[in-house]
């Protein structure tokens, strides 16, 4: 601060009128709490302009006023720049006498005083205060005092208040026996009333344990949060941290306490009031209290430079909190509740207590004596006293609440006790009635059970055990051939005899466990599990399965059993019948006793090598495809739906998490059960007409003519291959299905050209012939050959061509096939590897990837193609004769379609004879 500043201010200080006041005359050594305020001369500093030395040395003396708003200078809360006060003491007799100045206001940050000389000098000088060293301190006391000598005359001194809470100078003159007395008698006060406090607090801390209550909680959380405002307040805070100058509780967080004592009040009062379920509009107003108070505290914890508000808004809200309450008393008691008279007058005394505080101390309306000094404190202990004998009547209350509700239910008890003895009486005669109903309609469903033709039984759940139920049909006896099933696991007794796999009865017994306690429709989502048919022993049993319904869950399940045996052996006849008669037209078509022997023979050899291969999934797939192939070819359709059938249920039995191979068995099973029809009808067209080759007329006139001819060659040539096959011939049945399949897929009949076919196959190799190329005829046709609209538009004719030439070269024998259709989309065969994880480098690896298993390029499959099976049989088949396929590089067109050409070889190893060699060895020079 500037000079110049200090000079504006005393000159603007000094214009106002001076304040004058009289010495404080002592006139002996004896002084009992004389007060000084009345004698004393006012100073602010706002700006906080003044050092110390500016008003010690008596340079500010015209500055102070008079202090007229009463006997006490106090100046309110929240001011925490200086203030100054002087006054002056005359001692008037002629020795220095030993005094103490005591302040009877504990709550002060610095409190500094001056005692100065008339000529100036500074004789002595203490400053005390909440932020100041307790173990500093002259004189042990809760407040200031400061030990001086009066010297003889006119004694000046200078006081300054530095402080966060309330400002005042309640100084007093005191002589050290009487003070001594004045702080026992304090200190005894105190401790009566702490100890009060402590005392009603543990008492209902320990009633709020034993019996677990919350508003003992509350009140005890109200008694600790104002122990230690009182603890900060009146000045006990320095004694327990005498080694410290920043002690809680001694600046502004003491407002923040006042806030908790608010919180604690009023959430102890909604609880103790019951105001939640007395009135709604009281029980918010006291919430909205209460939610103020919590937010003034927190905002003056964490935002600074507020303090002036919060204080203001604390001092305000405690106020006008204590006047809500007492109105909430006042509100319960005129509904009835006795508890809140005594909680009302211990409020008012709360009230009461403050009201006098604040009279005489910020506003100073009241002289400050030892009742306003100590009204607040009072007050409080009186009310948490009153409090604590509120929470006692009302103790008493619920007590006598609950005695009358316990006198009312023991009324009630024996009102329902004569209720229930009539009751037992009337039940216990209905009960009779109901027994000789029950009996009667039991005889009654007993004799509608025994003369019943159905095995009729429930089956009902007991913990976790599934059982069948006590009563059942007579008949059931007879079908199943056994008496005893009350109470049995129908598993045991039923299920596990029939012809069921562990699969199936594993489905039953999930479909029974999920369904019996639950709703319907836990049944109908789950009715599929349960089979409809079949056979124990040599009986075939049908079985209806219904959920009887009890208070929306299954009680039980019904099961009406019917033998259905002789029903199914006429159904199995006439069906047998009408197969046998379809296999018998089918295979009269044929005319041809080799064929169909052949294919016979093929056909149980592919499934009795399936049945022994069961652990191989791709072996089984490429017999049935082959044998379906086999089997299209002579058009025995009923055999090739059949074996399509398998393939299915196949791939469906591939996916289950448990299998068994005896399933797997049983599949292939119903197919070989299918062919020894075939076998059968076959013995019944052919009977045993053995090997016989049969000629047309025009064929026989041909033969008459090369006898009577020269042309022995061509006469041998004819008659060896009426005998005997090349690759046509092998392949007659194989290019008629092709031809078949050409026609059901809407395609022109292809054009088959064989070249160099001048060789006799062997039986093995027609057997080889006939299971590979048909994969590859059915592949042309189906893939390879475009629709006749579509070979039109690329300028082609409208049916296809096949074309098989025929090579001998060295040890072995090279078959070229191919098509002229569109060929393979190299595109497709991409993204189908892509898919299958397959990798290549080339156009000519890429292409034949398509002898890998389950590869193929069709999204869909049919009964011709389809399952990725066709290739990887022709390639096994020719490599397990030592033969080799691949297929051949080939350009693609525009449209990325690159053509198939296959490139088989097949070592000759006796399989095949050169029909020119054969003639060769003949002496045609001789007659026959």
Not at 189 to 204: D, E, P
Not at 235 to 262: A, E, K, R
Not at 725 to 748: H, M, P, Y
Request: include cysteine; hydrophobic fraction near 40%; aromatic fraction near 10%.
């Amino acid at each position: 601060m500037t000079s110049l500043a200090k000079f504006l201010t005393f000159i603007s200080l000094m214009w106002q009128v001076n304040g004058v006041a009289a010495p404080v005359a002592i006139q002996s050594a004896n002084a009992n709490r004389i007060p000084l305020g009345a004698e004393m001369l006012v100073l602010t500093d706002p700006k906080a302009i003044f050092e110390d030395n500016d008003i010690i040395t008596g340079r500010m003396d015209g500055a102070f006023k008079e202090y007229k708003k009463g006997t006490v200078p106090s100046f309110g809360f929240a001011k925490t720049y200086p203030h100054w006060v002087r006054f002056t003491i005359d001692n008037q007799t002629e020795e220095r006498l030993p005094y103490y100045i005591a302040s009877s206001y504990s709550a002060t940050d610095y409190h500094d005083l001056w005692h100065v000389s008339a000529d100036g000098q500074v004789l002595y000088h203490d400053q005390q205060g909440d932020h100041t060293y307790y173990r500093d301190r002259n004189v042990e006391n809760r407040s200031a005092v400061f030990p001086v000598t009066l010297q003889p005359g006119i004694n000046v001194f200078y006081s300054k208040i530095v402080t966060t809470s309330g400002v005042q100078f309640p100084l007093f003159l005191w002589d050290e026996d009487s003070f001594d007395r004045h702080r026992l008698y304090e200190f005894l006060l105190l401790g009566f009333l702490y100890g009060s406090i402590t005392i009603v607090g543990l008492y209902n801390f320990f009633l709020m344990v034993s019996m677990r209550s919350k508003t003992y909680g509350l009140y005890v959380s109200y008694n600790l949060a104002f122990l230690v405002y009182a603890v900060a307040q009146y000045g006990f805070m320095p004694l327990m941290f005498p080694n410290s100058n920043q002690i809680p509780f001694t600046g502004f967080d003491v407002y923040i306490m006042i806030d908790m004592i608010t919180v604690t009040a009023v959430a102890f009062s909604i609880n103790f009031l019951g105001m939640a379920e007395r009135s709604k509009i009281v029980y918010r107003l006291l919430q909205g209290l209460l939610g103020v108070a919590l937010v003034n505290a927190i905002t003056a914890m964490l935002i600074p430079g507020l303090e002036a508000i919060n204080v203001h808004l604390t001092v305000a809200h405690s106020f006008l909190a204590s006047i809500f309450l007492i109105s909430s008393g006042l509100y319960c008691i005129a509904k009835g509740y006795r508890p809140a008279i005594y909680y009302t007058i211990g409020w008012s005394f709360v009230l009461g207590g403050n009201i006098i505080y604040i009279l005489s101390g910020p506003l100073n309306a009241i002289e400050v004596g030892p009742v306003t000094a100590w009204s607040q404190f009072i007050g409080a202990c009186c009310e948490l006293v009153i409090l604590s004998i509120a929470l006692a009547s009302r103790m008493n209350l619920l007590k006598k609440q609950k005695f009358e509700l316990e006198r009312n239910l023991r009324q009630q008890t024996e009102e329902k006790r004569r209720a229930q003895e009539e009751l037992i009486k009337f039940q216990e005669n209905a009960i009779r009635d109901l027994d000789e109903k029950v009996q009667e309609k039991t005889r009654d469903i007993r004799a509608t059970l025994d003369s019943l033709p159905q095995g009729v039984f429930r089956i009902r759940k007991v913990g976790e055990d599934i059982l069948i139920d006590n009563e059942y049909s007579g008949a059931l006896t007879n079908i199943l051939e056994s008496s005893e099933f009350a109470g049995q696991d129908p598993f045991t007794a039923i299920f596990e005899k029939s012809n069921l796999s562990s699969l199936q009865l594993s489905r039953i017994r999930t479909a029974l466990e999920v369904s019996l306690g639950e709703d319907e429709m836990q049944f109908e989502v789950n009715i599929h599990l349960l089979p409809r048919e079949f056979s124990i022993g040599q009986k075939i049993l049908e079985v209806d399965w219904s959920p009887m319904v009890l208070n929306d869950e299954i009680d039980k399940i019904l099961c009406i059993m019917k033998d259905i045996t002789e029903v199914k052996q006429l159904e199995m006849e006439a069906k047998l019948q009408a197969e046998r008669t379809l296999i018998i037209s089918e295979i009269a078509k044929i005319g041809s006793y080799e064929r169909i022997e052949a294919f016979i023979l093929a056909g149980f050899s592919y499934l009795e090598d399936a049945k022994n291969n069961l652990d191989d999934l791709e072996w089984i797939n490429r017999d049935l495809h082959t044998l379906k192939g086999l089997s299209m070819s002579l058009s025995f359709d009923t055999l090739s739906e059949c074996i399509h059938e398998a393939e299915d249920s196949v791939k469906a039995w591939s996916k289950l998490s448990h299998r068994e191979n005896q399933d797997l068995k049983g599949i292939i099973n119903r197919v070989i059960r299918l062919l020894h029809i075939y076998n059968d009808s076959f013995e019944q067209v052919f009977g045993n007409i053995g090997k016989k080759v049969s000629l047309d007329k025009q064929e026989l006139m041909y033969l008459a003519r090369l006898c009577l001819s020269e042309d022995r060659e061509n006469l041998y040539r004819h008659v060896l291959f009426m005998y005997e096959s090349n690759f046509q011939k092998t392949l007659e049945a194989e290019i008629d299905a092709t031809v078949k399949t050409a026609q059901r897929l809407g395609k022109e009949e292809p054009k088959f050209v064989f070249e160099n076919d001048h060789f006799i196959l062997s039986e093995n190799l027609r057997k080889l012939v006939k299971h590979s190329f048909i994969h590859l005829l059915r592949n042309s046709v189906d893939h390879g050959i475009e629709p006749k609209d579509e070979r039109r538009a690329a300028q082609k004719p409208a049916h296809g061509e096949i074309k098989v030439a025929i090579k001998h070269l060295g040890e072995e024998i090279q078959v070229s096939y191919q098509d002229d259709g569109r060929g393979v989309s190299l595109e497709a065969l991409k993204k189908k590897a892509e898919e299958l994880g397959y990798e290549y480098q080339t156009q000519k690896e890429l292409m034949n990837i398509i002898f890998e298993s389950g590869f193929s390029t069709k999204e869909n499959v049919t009964s011709i193609s389809g399952r990725g099976v066709g290739m990887d049989a022709v390639k096994s088949y020719i490599e397990e004769c030592g033969g080799h396929i691949h297929i051949l590089d080939s350009q693609a067109n525009e449209q990325g379609f690159a053509p198939l050409v296959f490139s088989i070889e097949i070592p000759i190893s006796n399989q095949l004879e050169n029909l020119d060699h054969i003639l060769h060895m003949q002496d045609f020079t001789k007659a026959g």
